[in-house]
Structures are given as C-alpha cells and as structure tokens.
C-alpha cells in the first residue's frame, strides 16, 4: 500500500518516522523543505502537489496544524481532493474540529473514498516511538481498511464510531490535559513558596489520588526548568477553543472552559504565542517571587517503553452496569 504523508511538523514528523522505519513505501509533503529532504535522504519520495501525491497514493495522511490549514490542503485547486478516487482514503490526523472533518468527508465520500477522523494522543515522546495511542472516527469498512497503517504508528488504535467522533474526543482528552497542567502551576508554586522539597512533592502527587498522566510528564519538565515538551501556548489556545466550540454547540453549560481559554490567550499576550505551554506556570511564579525547580529532572521526555506492533483496543459493552 502506497501512503502519502503532509506535514511533517513536531508530530506528523514523528508519526511519519515510523512508518518509514517499518519499510512502508512513502510519499511525503511539508512547507518546510529540510523536513521533506530529510525523509528523502531516509527513503521517503516526495509529490509537488497533494493532488500529486493523492493520485500516486493509496492512503493520504493529513497531520496539520489548524482546520483553516487542512481545509487549504484538501481544496486547493490541486488539493488532496482533486487527486482522490474511489477506494482511497483520507486519513485525518490533525487536532481539529469535529464539525469541519464531517464537512471535508463529505467531500471525500462524494469521490468514492474513506474519511478517517484519525487523532492520536499521549505525548510527542510516545509519538516518537509508535507507542502513542490512536482515536479513528469512520466506518466499520474504512477502519479495517487502515488498522495495519494505524498500528504502525501507535500502540493503542481505538474505533470510536463515526466520522467526527475521534475528533471530539481528542478535544475533550486535550481540554482534560490543558486543566490539569492548569492546576499543576498552582499546586506546584503552592509547594514551592510553602517551602516543601520539590522532589518530595513532585513524589507524593505522583503516589497520590492527586496524580495525572500530565503530573507524570509535564511537572518534570517544569522542575527541570526546561518546560519543554514538544507544544505551545498557541496550540493549547487552540484546542481548548475545540473544545469550547464543541461543548458550546452541543448546549453545556461549562464553566472550566472559558477559563483554560482566557489564562493560555493571557499567557500568550504575556511571554508570546509560541512560548512553550508548561511556562502557564511563569504566570503564578512571578508574582510570588520564585522559580519552580527541583533537582535531576530530565529536560525532556524519552519514551522508554519498547516498541511494539500495535493493535485495536477492543471496548467492553459494560453489561454489569
């Protein structure tokens, strides 16, 4: 299966990397040349056009920064969508809104092609070794047709229904990140300006009920000082907007989510849109005074888990409830 792949960015990059390590035949595309170069150099072949590659291909992958950003890859007027044809698939793996991916499938359905809604989640670092889990949106038909792609690139591949789905719940499971980081800045300078050891600190909220995959991760960055982990205060404005989007259409009431929306819009009037997003936590550090650090922290995250073939995680029905 022939598979073509646009955006090669701090994700996509990633994603693409390990479906060249595991020998699939593989066309990329990005803005940027030296990403493109470098998976040339690799074995990759690269397309002029998404049209291009949309006529070569069996599969195109689209991991994109913004749905304004995917929009213009599928209908430009040598877009994706004026190479596809019956049988072939588009495959979504941007963070983006559940409403445009159902109007761009539509599309896609009207060339006789799959639409997959096709989000990943659990951290650039598991992205980096195929062991991050994957959300796909879509038929029963298309899904099957892509699980052996999908398991590829992720560990863990959930079906999630139809197409639009795996989109909001990548927005919720962001939204759930973005508070916990949120409430991590000020439990974490809480700690600090009470006079508790760091380390100490980070150790009991990591044996505690007070624990979360971002406490797990992202408080390591910040006490290395680093605060880098891979994403930016705009991309967060980004997907808590989703998320508010989607909570707002869909009628509830939230409270939480106008919130995360004004403190990361505050944090990137404050220290610029593509500060990193950990540095939240410069807005209650310095107005106390301090810097949130412990020590042998590493500055980045490394996945340290073997990678491995993926596969469908299959969902319990639940009947004892």
């Known amino acids: 299966m022939k598979i073509g792949f646009i955006g090669l960015g701090n994700v996509g990059g990633k994603l693409a990397g390990s479906l060249l390590r595991n020998g699939c035949d593989l066309t990329v595309r990005d803005l940027n040349p030296d990403f493109v170069n470098d998976f040339v150099s690799r074995g990759a072949t690269s397309a002029d056009s998404p049209k291009e590659m949309a006529e070569k291909c069996d599969v195109v992958i689209t991991c994109l920064p913004s749905p304004t950003a995917c929009s213009q890859v599928l209908e430009a007027e040598d877009g994706v969508l004026a190479g596809l044809s019956e049988g072939k698939v588009w495959l979504e793996m941007s963070t983006t809104d559940e409403a445009e991916v159902r109007r761009i499938g539509a599309l896609v359905e009207a060339k006789g092609a799959f639409p997959v809604d096709c989000p990943v989640s659990g951290g650039c670092h598991r992205a980096d070794t195929g062991n991050i889990s994957i959300f796909a949106g879509c038929t029963r038909e298309a899904f099957d ?30 939204y759930l990140c973005t508070v916990h980081l949120a409430a991590l800045a000020e439990a974490l300078t809480t700690a600090k300006v009470t006079g508790m050891d760091m380390n100490v600190a980070y150790e009991a909220i990591k044996a505690s009920s007070g624990n979360s995959f971002v406490h797990e991760t992202e408080s390591q960055v910040i006490l290395n000082g680093s605060r880098d982990i891979g994403f930016t205060m705009d991309l967060v404005s980004k ?63 490394v996945d340290d888990e073997p990678e491995e073939r993926g596969y469908e995680v299959v969902v319990p029905l639940r009947s004892d409830y």
Request: glycine share 10%; charged share 25%.
């Open 145 to 174: 047709k892509v699980l052996p792609i999908l398991t590829l690139m992720g560990r863990r591949v959930i079906h999630t229904g139809a197409l639009g789905t795996a989109s909001t719940l990548k927005v919720i499971t962001n």
């Open 239 to 301: 997907d808590v907007g989703l998320f508010h989007e989607v909570a707002t259409r869909a009628g509830v009431p939230t409270e939480l989510a106008p919130l995360m929306v004004d403190i990361f819009k505050d944090g990137e009037e404050k220290y610029g849109s593509r500060e990193l997003s950990p540095n939240i936590i410069r807005r209650i550090e310095e107005p106390c005074n301090v810097k949130v650090l412990g020590k042998g922290f590493p500055p980045e995250m």
